[in-house]
């Protein structure tokens, strides 16, 4: 997928972070990722500025692919059949949902719900805290319990 996307003019930027590959598209008309193995492909509606480690750290859309990587890791082949295929149909098909966070009514895809979601923030959550990230600043968008 990186290379197809890299080849067509999808990507801006690869980095290696931890492991992993990064292929930003910079400047896009969304915020998603996909993430296969060790590469981890994310599309962003801005450009990364300063250093790449930084802006790992401070958005949990990458912390959150990269959550998935750290499955893949554990899952090794399989991690295509029992988290890869069902994220991305959950994805393409999902619903919105509002949802109460701290008071406060959240609209959003009820793919951030589903179990390997979940799990791939509580990987990350995990992993960044050695950064000092506190997942509670982002549970409310990249939950790690069903809360619904």
Known sequence: ?????????????????????????E?????????????????IKDNIQGKFEDRVIAD???MHEYGHYSDS?????????VIGTPSLFSAKF??????TYDGNSITQSNHNFRWYERRANKHAAKYFKRYG????????????????
């Not at 990230?133 to 619904?148: I, L």
């Open 27 to 43: 400047n896009r008309n969304s915020r998603y990722g996909v993430s296969i193995g060790h590469n981890i492909n994310i599309n």
């Open 73 to 81: 890791q554990i899952f090794g082949l399989s991690y295509l059949f």
């Open 94 to 99: 999902s619903k919105d949902v509002t949802t």
């Open 1 to 25: 997928m990186s290379q197809f996307r890299n080849t067509f003019g999808g990507v801006d930027r690869v980095d290696y972070f931890g492991g992993a590959t990064f292929a930003t598209g």
């Open 60 to 62: 949990p859309l990458f």
């Open 133 to 148: 990230v506190n997942w509670d600043d982002y549970e409310s968008r990249y939950p790690r319990k069903d809360k619904r």
